[in-house]
Structures are given as C-alpha cells and as structure tokens.
C-alpha cells in the first residue's frame, strides 16, 4: 500500500460528458501527477500540481483540467468526453523536489 | 520528443532463470532512472531508482545504467511465477516529469 488512494474505481460514462477523479497523496506529499494509461500503453503524463499550482502538463487538450486543495488532495477533469478517453487514470504523489512518486490504484474509465 | 522504447516482449524464462529486461532513452538531460512493476488490472509499484552510472542491487533485482549509451537494465535473479508482470521503465527530464515505456511483459514459467 503506497497510501495514495483514488476514487471512484469504476466509471461508466457516455461521450460528451462531464467526469471528476479524485486522489488523496500520501501523507507529507505536495506534489501530486496525473497519468493516463491506455490498454498496452506505459502512462502518459497529464499534468502536476504542487502545493496548488499547475507546474508542468503533457499533450494534453484543454478539456483535461486539474486542482489540487490546500490539503494536497487532487481532482482531474475531463469535458466533453470522447471513446479514446476511455483509459486507467493514475495519480502519484511525492514530496516536491524528489523524484520518487508513488502511485496510487488507478481509476478505470470506460466511454461508450 | 522524448522517448523511452521497451521491448514488449512477451518475455518468458523458466523458473529459477535471469530475466533481463532492457530500456532506452532519447533525452540525454534525463536525470533519474526507475522500474516499476505492473500486474494486470493493478498501478505500477516502484522497484527501483537508480541516478548514476554503473550497477544497483536490492535483493534479487540489479538495475544498470550507461548514461553515455543511453541505455537502462534490470536484472531479475532467480526468477520466480510471482514476478510474472509487465515491467515500466521510466526516466525523468531536468523538470522531474516522468516518461514511461510502454512496458515489457515477464512470464515465469513454473
């Protein structure tokens, strides 16, 4: 257990729709990613968030949206939702400055 | 574009073998080294880190890096079934965003 916990687990949505993820760090840990992993596919970075600001983003659209709250949890938003969203989204936290993240179980998205 | 190729195998040893699993990287200014294990339907968990030339063990996993090859390696001895996974090589550029592989799969076969 990495501490680093996400929900939902699960998440059926159709296209064009709204989703919210969300993810609680691991205590002590200020900095918090999010990954998008595809079937057969290592993780792409989304974006960063550290102690609140946006410090780094992927090739990502616009429509993938974050926040992180004072007590480092995180959100990941996607709008308009499309088939290729479907994908196992990953959160990993660790302390800003080091490089060793630890990740968290993953939420599996499905678009139909 | 940074990148980091992995062989995705499947890869299979017997029981008890050495499991070589191999990466390579674009961005000469990476900066750190890692290997993390994947089982199916789970999230990576983090083997190893390694940050500079030459050779890191921690039990039955020895982690290589050649910075000037561009090269990385993780060596499993004494492989066992419970190995069985699919492997993420992942490096860091000066910023500290992580670039994965798209991972090697390890069948050990019993």
């Known amino acids: 257990e990495t501490g680093v916990t996400q929900s939902p687990t699960h998440l059926i949505k159709t296209r064009g729709q709204q989703v919210t993820l969300r993810c609680s760090s691991q205590s002590g840990h200020n900095t918090v990613s999010w990954y998008q992993q595809a079937l057969g596919q290592g993780p792409q970075f989304i974006f960063q968030?550290?102690?609140?600001?946006?410090?780094g983003r992927g090739n990502f659209p616009p429509r993938f949206s974050g926040l992180q709250f004072p007590n480092y949890s995180s959100e990941l938003n996607v709008n308009a939702l499309e088939l290729d969203d479907s994908a196992l989204y990953l959160c990993?936290?660790?302390?800003?400055?080091?490089?060793?993240?630890?990740f968290g179980p993953g939420t599996r998205l499905t678009v139909l | 574009q940074k990148e980091v190729e992995q062989n995705s195998g499947p890869l299979s040893v017997p029981e008890g073998a050495i499991a070589s699993l191999n990466c390579t990287y674009s961005d000469r200014g990476s900066q750190s080294f890692f290997w993390y294990r994947q089982y199916s339907g789970k999230s990576p968990e983090l083997i190893m880190s390694?940050?500079?030339?030459g050779d890191k063990e921690d039990g039955r996993f020895t982690a290589q890096l050649n910075k000037a090859s561009q090269y990385v390696s993780l060596l499993i001895r004494d492989s066992q079934p419970s190995d069985s996974a699919t492997y993420l090589c992942a490096v860091t550029d000066t910023g500290n965003q992580f670039y994965f592989g798209t991972g090697t799969s390890l069948t050990v076969i019993p």
């Open positions: 990993a936290s660790k302390v800003g400055g080091v490089d060793t993240q630890y």
């Open positions: 968030y550290y102690r609140e600001e946006e410090n």
């Open positions: 390694i940050y500079s030339n």
